[in-house]
């Protein structure tokens, strides 16, 4: 949706920052915010009144829809700043373009590129000194949208608030990550909301990964809740197998996130001609492969942790350890797209948004 630019994006700035307050050597991801946030509203069927003020807290009634129905999608993105202080953004349009997707699937309007843009980039600008320089430092952007409309009736709203906040965060997960392999929850369904960031689709997950962590797993890959043969998604990331030196990732589908990082990590391994076949991988095979010790990796890629390394799972109850290896292709990936967040190397795909 593109819109003509008849509207004036309000400005309240803060009278004095919070960033004293903040230590940046110990955040913890996700709990801090900047100074501002940005808010726009939906009511009588437009995007109206854009505004940039303090971060604080919203005022909403108990009936406003997304309390009752989960009438909500979000997306995550990040902002890097180099060593000379400028900020980039990283393929940004994919995630205006995908919340638009969302939102579509959850009956939201869609929000304007033009005003998403100018909303981010002023914030950012506005709060560039919460960016932190270094590799691994960064700010993760929360955009997202609620269905704000009084009235507990089970259908769309009428009114929805279209928001952007940001937090300071540095590297997301640490250390290499046991999973085990779904073989009674699914995250999503065909038909289903699994290729939208849904609000509940999150909230759908947290009890199979509990579940998980109480026998000591960090993620859950997914599994097609048909069958629960093949390998889909790992937590909130796409997933990534190495078999021999081929790499294998599911085709997106109904039922998986069309990840932005997932896309990328193909385009790199296409230039750097390592063979990339997206299709569908079955435990079956995923565990033979574990067994003759064709398997030489596993990884998540995702905005927040960018490629987290997976150094063992689990199916039926036996757990499959992958083997260290040299000259992996996680580690490869992992660098290759920091180099070009961070504006450490050439950006042969024009993925870098400077703000
Ligand atoms: N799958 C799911 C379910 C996710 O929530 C995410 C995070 N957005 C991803 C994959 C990875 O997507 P991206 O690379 O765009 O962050």
Same mark, same amino acid.
């Given at each position: ?177 046991? #999973?085990?392999? !779904?073989?009674?929850? &699914?995250?999503?369904?065909?038909? $289903?909301? *699994?290729? =939208? ?89 995923? #565990?033979?492969? !574990?067994?003759?010790? &064709?398997?030489?990796?596993?990884? $998540?890629? *995702?905005? =927040? ?51």
């Amino acid at each position: 949706m593109s819109l003509t630019k008849d509207y004036t994006l309000n400005i309240e700035k803060i009278n004095t920052s919070r960033i004293g307050q903040v230590d940046f050597k110990n955040l913890v991801f996700g709990t801090t915010f900047t100074d501002h946030m940005f808010e726009c509203d939906y009511k009588n069927g437009a995007w109206q009144n854009p505004t940039i003020r303090p971060y604080g807290p919203l005022s909403i009634y108990p009936s406003s829809k997304v309390l009752h129905y989960g009438q909500a999608v979000f997306e995550g993105m990040k902002a890097y700043k180099d060593e000379k202080g400028s900020i980039f953004l990283f393929r940004p349009l994919e995630n205006l373009k995908r919340i638009n997707i969302s939102s579509k699937r959850l009956a939201i309007p869609e929000f304007p590129e033009e005003l998403f843009f100018e909303a981010l980039e002023t914030l950012l600008k506005m709060d560039k000194a919460w960016a932190q320089t270094g590799v691994g430092n960064s700010l993760y952007i929360r955009p997202f949208v609620i269905a704000n409309e009084n009235c507990v009736s089970a259908s769309p709203s009428n009114e929805y608030k279209f928001m952007i906040i940001i937090s300071p965060v540095s590297a997301y997960y640490s250390g290499e990550l046991k #999973v085990v392999i !779904a073989e009674q929850y &699914s995250r999503s369904a065909d038909g $289903g909301v *699994g290729f =939208a960031k849904a609000a509940g689709n999150y909230a759908a997950q947290f009890y199979p990964t509990n579940l998980a962590k109480e026998k000591g797993f960090q993620q859950v890959i997914w599994t097609d809740s048909n069958s629960h043969k093949y390998l889909e998604e790992a937590g909130t990331m796409n997933v990534f197998f190495r078999i021999n030196d081929t790499l294998i990732t599911a085709p997106t589908s109904d039922r998986i996130l069309d990840g932005v990082t997932r896309k990328s990590v193909i385009a790199l391994a296409e230039r750097d001609g390592i063979k990339v076949d997206v299709r569908k991988l079955t435990v079956t095979e995923l #565990v033979e492969a !574990a067994k003759d010790g &064709s398997l030489k990796e596993i990884f $998540g890629s *995702g905005t =927040a942790a960018v490629i987290s390394f997976v150094n063992g799972f689990s199916y039926k109850n036996t757990l499959y350890n992958l083997p260290k290896i040299e000259n992996s292709y996680a580690k490869r990936f992992k660098k290759e797209l920091m180099d070009i967040q961070y504006n450490l190397a050439a950006d042969p795909f024009e993925w870098r948004h400077k703000v």
